[in-house]
């Protein structure tokens, strides 16, 4: 499996914008996929995760309400729509895939190559 991330870019505080990652490959080898992003200087962090099958969803506190992870299933594409954004979530953002649902980086062996985000106030 294969993911390519797209969509990141410049927005002001309390925009929206919306990050795609494209699964390419064996996807059915995917149980479940998530968004991770890291700031400058910082440990990469979670911020949601879905099942292939869209059943289980999860969000860290830190955006819940704000942002929404989606899947196309005849795309095979993830999704994270990103609403009321603030400087906070400035970062590159990584999708991920693998083989468990997990809130941590542990279980998710592929991963794409990450878009930034940037967030001015």
């Known amino acids: 499996v294969q993911l390519q991330a797209s969509g990141g870019g410049l927005v002001q505080a309390g925009g929206s914008l919306r990050l795609s990652c494209a699964a390419t490959g064996p996807t059915l080898s995917i149980y479940a996929m998530g968004w991770f992003r890291q700031a400058p200087g910082k440990e990469r962090e979670f911020v949601a995760a879905v099942t292939w099958s869209g059943n289980r969803i999860s969000y860290a506190d830190s955006v819940k309400g704000r942002f929404t992870i989606s899947r196309g299933n005849a795309e095979n594409t993830l999704y994270l729509q990103m609403n009321n954004l603030v400087p906070g979530d400035t970062a590159v953002y990584y999708c991920?895939?693998?083989?468990?649902?997990?809130?941590?980086?542990?279980?998710?062996?592929?991963w794409g190559q990450g878009t930034l985000v940037t967030v001015s106030s």
């Open positions: 991920a895939a693998g083989p468990s649902f997990r809130v941590t980086r542990v279980g998710y062996d592929v």
